[in-house]
């Protein structure tokens, strides 16, 4: 298997980061590793934690204090995981609502030669629960707006969970994201629409967070932006 690396950002998540690990680490590939990102917005132990395991080979807790958000901790680690060699990237949330036992079939398809893979809910075999009704219409009502603007065809335009082959990440300047918070999937997802990409099914377990209103309007406004933008994503 190629060397993957699994960027996840992490905050406060003392109370499952250890569970989280062990399942990573009891996969049976000796080259897939894991690099949570953690800022100063994480106060409890999670840190300590990922530490702990780092003399395993196979884990790096990346600290990373400039950090603007989730999205630009997913960045960074994306930044990291290029310059340690990875071969293929896997971004997952490391709070529960991704599943370490769905890794798998990320990696399968990374193997057979796909350039992304994208996590899907509402593809045959997805799931979304725990999770109110407005999230799930915001969730599929955002995917069908999403590919009625920018002509995209995917079945799920706002999730997380996605892998890449490396070259994907290093053709694109990843400090000229636009989206800062909930539209980073679906920015990622335009971008990448004319390589060769697959959704896989996965299990996605709603937390506590809510959902802001202005970041919903936020997003309507950067949809309408990213067909302009796009020229700025991928290096010359």
């Not at 100063?40 to 934690?49: C, G, M, N, V």
Request: glycine share 8%; charged share 25%; hydrophobic share 35%.
């Amino acid at each position: 298997m190629k060397k993957t690396i699994i960027v996840m950002p992490v905050a406060n998540e003392e109370a499952t980061m250890g569970t989280v690990i062990e399942e990573i680490l009891a996969l049976p590939y000796n080259n897939l590793y894991l690099y949570p990102v953690v800022d100063d917005y994480s106060k409890d132990r999670t840190a300590q934690i990922i530490k702990s395991y780092e003399d395993t080979g196979r884990v790096r807790c990346i600290y990373y204090p400039e950090s603007k958000g989730v999205i630009s901790c997913y960045l960074e680690g994306y930044r990291q995981a290029l310059l340690d060699g990875a071969e293929c990237v896997l971004e997952m949330d490391g709070g529960g609502s991704h599943q370490p036992s769905e890794i798998p079939q990320f990696l399968e398809k990374l193997e057979e030669g796909y350039d992304c893979v994208w996590g899907s809910r509402f593809t045959k075999g997805g799931v979304m629960s725990h999770q109110p009704l407005y999230r799930k219409i915001l969730s599929s009502g955002g995917t069908i707006l999403a590919n009625v603007v920018l002509g995209t065809k995917l079945k799920d335009m706002t999730s997380g969970f996605e892998g890449f082959q490396a070259p994907v990440l290093k053709s694109m300047n990843l400090d000229r994201f636009l989206s800062t918070g909930h539209m980073y999937q679906t920015e990622m997802r335009f971008y990448c629409r004319k390589l060769n990409c697959v959704e896989v099914p996965i299990h996605y377990i709603g937390g506590d967070s809510s959902l802001k209103w202005s970041s919903v309007t936020e997003a309507l406004k950067i949809l309408f932006q990213l067909k302009k933008h796009e020229s700025q994503i991928w290096k010359k």
